[in-house]
């Protein structure tokens, strides 16, 4: 007769029992690690990701603040033709794009301050020392074999604090200068007019902004072969303007000048580069 097996001991169930959780314990602990082993690789390449970023965004702010205040482009089909910008009349260097040097601190200025020669030295020649202004001098050359006709206009890129109210841009073409600004407040097409006491003109302006956005755009019907054109831009803010507050003195603008151009039909409505 088999005997039948003694009943399990207390204590012995108990270390089994405990084995048993000890083991589930291990399993537990080990699915907690991992999981949090995931979350630390999840987190490292989320910040990877934000430093990466970060980084792309210094760069791009970097370059934004190396280009300066203003910059000159020439389409890159117009340069193909040879269609050319430099900062000097001998065009030792042709290019198709230009920057000059940014204007620190920016404060009031007017037009009679404004030295006679500013039209006559090359590339930037800021005042940034009182009566502050931005002054750049370049050249545009048709140095390719046909003749064109050619598009110029200025942007503002950026602008902060309503510093483009109180803007004047002065644009000398082969030493013509036009000088614009936005209309008068409260109008959509008054130009801007500041007289003393006596009727004395103080400033005048002679063309309003295209737009918001825009300050000048015009076109240039016949830019012939070995042809070039002299452009001096001058930005400052007039200080009789009545938009010249103190804020915006601690504004800034960003603006573009951009170039294009086509080639003159040959007179049988067909184009020169055909």
Known sequence: MAKKKKDQAPADAALQE?????RY???TESKKVKKREALIRILAIILV??????SIMFACSSY???AGDFTVT???????IGITLSETADFKNPTRFLTGEKCENMGDCTYEWLPDDIDSI????NRSNGKEFLAYTFYVKNAGEVDVKYNAKILIDSVALGADEAMRVMVFRNGEPTIYAKPQKGTTDKLE???DDRGFVRYTVDKNFVSNTKVME???????VNEVDKYTVVVWLEGWDPECVDKILDGEIKMSMSFWCDPLDDGDGSSELQ
């Open 49 to 54: 990701l934000l430093l990466l970023f970060l």
């Open 122 to 125: 090359d590339g930037s020649h």
């Open 64 to 66: 934004v603040n190396k």
């Open 74 to 80: 020439m389409d890159k089909d117009a340069f193909n």
């Open 193 to 195: 007019e500041n007289r």
């Open 218 to 224: 015009e076109n240039f019907e016949f830019f012939p």
């Open 25 to 27: 314990g291990v399993k």
């Open 18 to 22: 405990n084995g048993q959780m000890d």
